[in-house]
């Protein structure tokens, strides 16, 4: 799918979309609850839906309603002997561990930029918790037999903190005494998120400096209501289309998120960007945008939006964490340095910095998603303050986090054109 997207003044009012890390975390939970749970607000792009058929597949009954989603299990009990998670890094991160709570044999599958992706995490840590683990030189498929002992171990956490979640939502449900030990951990506002929506879930950890994370007395998850909150990190492109486009309120965006991606505020408040909060909504509205410096280590979702915000900015704006980058659906720091400069916006990459050399004006051009969304839709933000129309290659890339991001752009006045 080819979409254009023309120079536009945005203005309006928008509701974000369902979080994609607090739904498939919410769908793990209830696969884990013995019981009937009601997930509200649902997210529904394809990393949302790969998380309900990989529950589906490991012994939960799924009753899908016009606002809401059942979730009916018993535990961890596998229908089938293989799961495909998609192409989502959080969803094989995290159900892989829940996985090997059974002890029937499962192969692991993915596909997309999931299959280049490192998976040898798992082949050090889980057969220190007595599972077979094996892969194919370190990538996909993934061969496990369980079931998890839980014991006290240490794991490295710089590469990225959805391993540690799904070792967390899986000690949730049998462990007993035990302590996960983490060193350099990333991200720690996604943990945060993770402890969060385990607690909702009735399991309690004691977390001490996101290091380490110790469990007591044997807990078990209760099946639950739980409505999922908007999510910072597809809002962050609409708050940047605002911010370098006109203005923008937008809805249900909880402010006391655990998120990380809430850190786009911060980012917005630095360049100069006119800011207003509630409780779950955000009033923006342009200003004199001048470059900015962020460390974007534990928010690297965030380079994208970033990226764009940067590009209308008057200097040259630092950003930090770059090497967080490389295994995403993209090489992002790579990709976004290729599809910018094909707009006429130079970005220097050194090292961990990000260098991004704002002022010198967007130029109409036409780029390429690389298959991953958040470069679609950064460059779709980018468009709006072009000196012409943008047009995107592989634009459904989209789908991955966020279906509804054209529509909600053409909702604020964006001039948006798709070509199946």
């Known amino acids: 799918m080819q979409v254009t997207v023309s120079p536009a003044i945005i203005k309006g009012t928008v509701t974000a979309n369902p979080s994609k890390s607090a739904m498939q975390r919410a769908v793990a939970a209830a696969l884990l609850a013995k019981g009937k749970s009601i997930i509200r607000n649902p997210g529904l792009s394809n990393d949302c839906l790969a998380a309900l058929e990989v529950a589906e597949n490991l012994g939960a009954k799924i009753k899908r309603e016009a606002d ?8 961890v009990a596998p229908f089938y002997d293989e799961i495909n998670c998609g192409e989502s890094g959080l969803g094989i991160r995290m159900f892989t561990p829940i ?13 997309g930029s999931l299959t280049t992706r490192p998976m040898d995490f798992f082949e050090e840590v889980l057969p220190q918790l007595d599972v077979k683990c094996s892969t194919q ?29 799904g070792l967390l939502m ?26 969060q929506l385990m607690a909702h879930f009735g399991v309690q950890v004691e977390e001490k400096n996101f290091e380490t994370f110790h ?8 099946p639950c209501d739980y409505t999922v909150e908007g999510d910072w990190s597809g809002a962050a492109f609409l708050l940047v289309a605002a911010a370098v486009a006109g203005k923008a309120e937008v809805q249900h965006l909880n402010t006391s998120s655990a998120q990380s991606d809430k850190a786009i505020l911060e980012a917005l408040e630095k360049a100069g960007a006119h800011l207003m909060s509630g409780v779950f909504t955000v009033n923006i509205e342009k200003g004199g945008l001048n470059a900015f410096e962020i460390d974007a280590t534990d928010c690297p979702d965030l380079f994208p939006p970033l990226v764009a915000l940067a590009a209308n900015c008057n200097g040259t704006t630092k950003i930090k964490g770059v090497s967080r980058l490389a295994h995403k659906e993209s090489d992002r720091g790579i990709t976004l340095q290729e599809e910018f400069g094909k707009m006429g916006i130079k970005i220097d990459l050194e090292g961990d ?9 967007i130029k109409g051009a036409q780029v390429h998603s690389h298959n991953d969304h958040r470069i679609a839709m ?32 053409e909702l604020l006045g964006g001039k948006v054109a798709v070509t199946v």
């Open 99 to 111: 996985a090997a709570l059974s002890s029937l044999p499962i192969t692991i599958e993915g596909h």
């Open 215 to 222: 469990f007591g007395k044997k807990q078990a998850y209760n």
């Open 378 to 409: 950064a460059c779709a933000v980018a468009a709006l303050t072009a000196d012409g129309p943008v047009i995107i290659d592989n634009a459904e890339a989209i789908n991955k986090s966020y279906p509804e991001f054209y529509d909600h752009l």
């Open 353 to 361: 910095i990000m260098l991004v050399h704002g002022g010198t004006g």
């Open 170 to 195: 899986a000690y949730g449900a049998v462990a007993e005494n035990v302590t996960i030990t983490v060193t350099d951990l990333k991200s720690k506002p996604y943990i945060a998120l993770t402890l």
């Open 137 to 165: 030189g370190g990538k996909l498929p993934l061969h496990i037999q369980g079931p998890l002992h839980p014991k006290d171990i240490t794991i490295d956490g710089s590469l990225s903190s959805q391993f540690l979640t």
């Open 68 to 75: 809401y989603f059942e979730i009916t299990s018993n535990g």
